[in-house]
């Protein structure tokens, strides 16, 4: 029974670059305007333990987990490329004005024998995990429209503040919910199929089409910081490649009904695919 699939997405947009070929992404957009970075300096505690922080070098092993976790989710999910998990991406860096560092405690200057746990500084917020970082790269990665970042930073009003695990409760139940939504289309479509005697016509690929029920606040919350409200993007515009102009096919894996795409990528209309 063949219920055929749907292409891979194509996307032109300034604020990331995709690398379909080597499964890269690479986020151009910022909201850092003025870097803090934690001091390295070392401390010592009450209890005698001493602290410090160490800036993770990009190839660490630390660096490569986060960046790696943050990619997958943000291209599996996010974009939706590849659902079926089979291909691996990863960040080639973190976004302008971000980054990784590893707090240390242990019983020495050289030895982190109690612990030792990644933070991103960026944004003028502290990441405590990849799932904290991966709704703020995604809003980033859209444009930053206002109001609409998901992440538990981003909500501070009391009667929108959002708590990192009910954030990953309702990603892990939406996120199934377009898997089956998904599956059954892609049945019913093939019921059709077989009903008229049709062959398979594989839809057209989406431009610019990202999954943001998912990862976004659909209803743009209001103002509640000077920042929020002077918030602009800082970005260098780079593409991966010139992309080419497809009309949505009526049966692709996702609508701008379902998941709403922003006007300021409505009009996008060029002549080459990024993914070649």
Known sequence: MNLGH??????????????????RITIHATDTRNP?????????????FIKWYRQ???ESPTSRFWRRHIG???????????????????????????YLYTHHVGSGSTHDDIRHDGYIFGGGHKFRSTKEALYHFAWLMIG???????C??????????????????????????????????????????????????????????????????????????????????????????????RAAHPHSSITSTQYPISSRFAAVSRTDSPHG
């Not at 943000?74 to 302008?96: C, G, I």
Request: glycine share 4%; net charge neutral; with cysteine.
């Open 6 to 23: 749907d292409p891979e997405p194509i996307f032109s947009v300034r604020y990331f670059t995709l690398d379909y070929e080597h499964s």
């Open 36 to 48: 803090t970075r934690p001091s390295e300096d070392t401390r010592e505690t009450e209890k005698g």
């Open 56 to 58: 993770e070098p990009l």
């Open 72 to 98: 997958n989710e943000l291209a599996h999910k996010f974009l939706l490329l590849d659902p079926s998990n089979r291909r691996e991406f990863t960040l080639t860096d973190f976004p302008p004005g971000y």
């Open 144 to 150: 930053m429209p206002q109001g609409r970042c998901k």
């Open 152 to 245: 538990v930073y981003d909500t501070p009003s009391s009667d929108t503040h959002r708590h990192q695990g009910r954030l990953n409760k309702e990603l892990k139940k939406k996120w199934s919910e377009f898997l089956n939504n998904r599956a059954r289309r892609r049945f019913l479509d093939f019921q059709k199929r077989e009903g008229h005697q049709l062959p398979y016509e594989p839809p057209l690929a989406t431009i610019n089409v990202f999954n943001e029920d998912c990862f976004l606040i659909n209803d743009p919350l209001p103002s509640t910081t000077a920042q929020t409200s002077s918030m602009q993007p800082s970005i260098t515009p780079q593409l991966a490649g010139p992309s080419r102009a």
